[in-house]
């Protein structure tokens, strides 16, 4: 894929990212008016949440542990945040329904292994939040075997769905950003040389400085 000249290198690199959050809204098959819940606001999250806006859905909703990352994700236009306190699902989906004005029609599963605690966790909140016949889609990646409260699959026909990277979504995502659809410049917080990838990486792991993505620039000329 070659990118158009109005794409920057600095942008160019959020294209597998945003592929990834393209290919987990399609698997949700969202659409028009939707109620969105997204669990976790890493650059996934955040990608999934304007691609989410793109493809219709008229109230979001994210969850996260970090109170920056929601900082950030309603800069970047979340109609409402949910800090996650409690380990208690119940506690979780009373704050996402009161936000929502109900249960949403979809949730976007992407904390994955971002964070220490339990992938069951977020997995059992998000089936027991989403409507009956709604979608939960697991774009995060956790470990093999997490706990999911089957009932609600089975009883309240909540579908849950599996997304695995960026499938054929390259070029969509290309277009999204020539576009100017979605704004992907806002996430890229941090800007690193070559020689300092180890503290890129340490910066982009703690989070620091409300670090979202971070880049490292091979190119020497590059604005840094
Ligand atoms: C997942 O659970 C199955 C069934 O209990 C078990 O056989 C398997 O070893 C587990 N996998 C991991 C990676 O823990
Ligand atoms: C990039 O260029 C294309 C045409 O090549 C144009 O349609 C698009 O609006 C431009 N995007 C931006 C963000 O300037």
Do not use: W
Request: aromatic letters at 2%; a negative charge.
């Amino acid at each position: 894929f070659r990118l158009p000249d109005n794409i920057s290198l600095d942008e160019g690199a959020v294209i597998e990212p945003l592929a990834c959050a393209v290919h987990g809204c399609k698997r949700a098959e969202i659409s028009a008016g939707d109620k969105v819940l997204i669990c976790g606001v890493g650059t996934i999250g955040l990608l999934s949440m304007l691609t989410a806006k793109q493809m219709g859905a008229s109230k979001i909703c994210v969850t996260d542990i970090s109170s920056s990352l929601l900082e950030a994700a309603k800069h970047l236009g979340a109609d409402h945040v949910a800090l996650v306190e409690s380990q208690d699902a119940h506690v979780i989906i009373t704050k996402i329904h009161q936000a929502l004005g109900g249960p949403p029609d979809i949730t976007l599963e992407c904390s994955g292994t971002a964070s220490g605690i339990s992938m069951s966790i977020p997995v059992c909140y998000c089936s027991q939040a989403t409507r009956s016949g709604g979608v939960v889609v697991l774009v995060g990646l956790g470990p093999h075997n997490v706990t999911l409260p089957i009932i609600d699959v089975i009883v309240r026909e909540v579908d849950v769905r599996g997304s695995i990277r960026y499938g054929k979504c390259y070029s969509i995502a290309l277009d999204l950003i020539a576009s100017g659809k979605v704004n992907v410049k806002p996430l890229i917080t941090h800007h690193f040389k070559l020689e300092d990838s180890v503290k890129a990486f340490e910066t982009s792991r703690n989070g620091d400085g409300g670090a979202i993505k971070v880049l490292i620039h091979c190119n020497q000329e590059a604005s840094i």
